[in-house]
C-alpha cells in the first residue's frame, strides 16, 4: 500500500487496517501448521514397514511372495531311458535296407549292414462291417410238382439283419460304458462305418432281454442259497419316473433288480421264502 494512502487514514482506520492484518496471519499461520503435521505423517507411513498378511489383517490372498534367488542349475544325472518293449509275434516285418552308400554312392548288399535298429509301428487297421448275402433258392420240384426253398443256413436265419458280435458290441456299449442311442449311431458310423438308426439300436437291446433274464437267473439262486445277504437301493429315473435300483449280493454273486418302490417287499419277493442265516 502506497504511504500517500497511509497517511491519509485516520487513527481508527489504521488500526482496523492492522487487525485485519494480524487476522490473515494468524489464519495463514494455522494453515502451515496443519499443512506440516500432515507432511509429518506421511513421512512416518513411508518409514513404517509394509502391512502384509503376517504383520496386519490383511488377508492371505494380498500377499506377496518374494522372488526366489536363482540357484545354479545342476546337471540331471542320467539314467537308462525305458521304451515300449518289441511285440513277440509281430504279424509282418518290413526290411529297410541301402542300395547304394548315400555318401560315396558305393554298392551296398545285406553282408555290408549286418547292424539292425529296430522299432514297432502299431496301428489299428481298416474297421468296416462284413455283411454276407444269402441267397435261398426256391423252385417247383420236378416230380411233385410242389414248391419247395432251401433251408437258412445256421446262424444266418432271416429277421434281423444284424449278428451276434455287432449285438454283444451295441449292448456293451449302451450298457456298460454308459453311451446313450444318439452317440451310440454315431460312433458305429465313424469307428466302424456301419448306418444304423436309433431305433434299430432299440430293437436289438429289446430282444436282449430274453437270454439276460435267462442268464440272470442261476445268479438270483445262488444270491438266495448264500448264508450271508445284504442289500442296499438307490433312485433310478426309468421313463421320466423315479424307480429304485436295488442289489441284493451274497457271498458268491450280486444280483440287480429294478423296482419302482424301494418298500421292503423287493426283497421278500425276491427272496422267495428263503431265509439266509445273516
Excluded at 451310440?184 to 432299440?202: C, D, I, K, P
Excluded at 442259497?225 to 433310478?236: C, Q
Aim: proline share 9%; net charge positive; hydrophobic share 40%.
Amino acid at each position: 500500500m502506497h504511504s500517500e494512502i497511509l497517511k491519509a487514514l485516520s487513527k481508527d482506520d489504521l488500526l482496523a487496517l492492522l487487525l485485519a492484518q494480524q487476522g490473515q496471519t494468524e489464519a495463514q499461520a494455522a494453515q502451515i501448521g496443519a499443512l506440516t503435521a500432515r507432511i509429518a505423517e506421511l513421512e512416518a507411513r513411508l518409514d513404517a514397514p509394509r502391512k502384509t498378511p503376517s504383520n496386519s489383517g490383511t488377508p492371505l490372498s494380498k500377499g506377496h511372495k518374494p522372488n526366489r534367488p536363482e540357484r545354479p542349475k545342476t546337471p540331471r544325472r542320467g539314467r537308462p531311458g525305458v521304451t515300449r518293449a518289441l511285440a513277440v509275434h509281430p504279424d509282418r516285418t518290413i526290411e529297410a535296407t541301402l542300395d547304394a552308400c548315400p555318401c560315396c554312392g558305393h554298392a551296398l548288399g545285406p553282408a555290408d549292414q549286418p547292424d539292425v535298429h529296430a522299432y514297432d509301428h502299431i496301428d489299428l487297421p481298416p474297421i468296416s462291417p462284413v455283411v454276407t448275402r444269402i441267397n435261398r433258392r426256391r423252385g417247383v420240384c420236378p416230380c411233385c410238382r410242389k414248391r419247395v426253398a432251401a433251408p437258412a443256413p445256421e446262424g444266418f436265419e432271416p429277421g434281423s439283419p444284424f449278428g451276434l458280435g455287432l449285438c454283444a458290441l451295441i449292448i456293451h456299449l449302451h450298457v456298460t460304458q454308459a453311451i446313450g442311442f444318439k452317440r451310440l449311431v454315431r460312433l458305429l458310423s465313424e469307428v466302424f462305418g456301419l448306418t444304423l438308426s436309433q431305433g434299430a439300436v432299440a430293437n436289438i437291446l429289446a430282444r436282449a432281454e430274453a437270454p439276460l433274464l435267462a442268464a440272470a437267473a442261476p445268479i438270483a439262486a445262488a444270491v438266495r442259497k448264500s448264508p450271508f445277504v445284504g442289500s442296499d437301493e438307490t433312485s433310478a429315473r426309468v421313463r421320466s419316473k423315479t424307480w429304485w435300483q436295488w442289489v441284493l449280493l451274497g457271498s458268491t454273486a450280486i444280483c440287480h433288480v429294478i423296482a419302482d418302490t424301494r418298500a421292503a417287499s423287493v426283497v421278500t419277493t425276491f427272496m422267495g421264502g428263503a431265509q439266509p442265516e445273516v
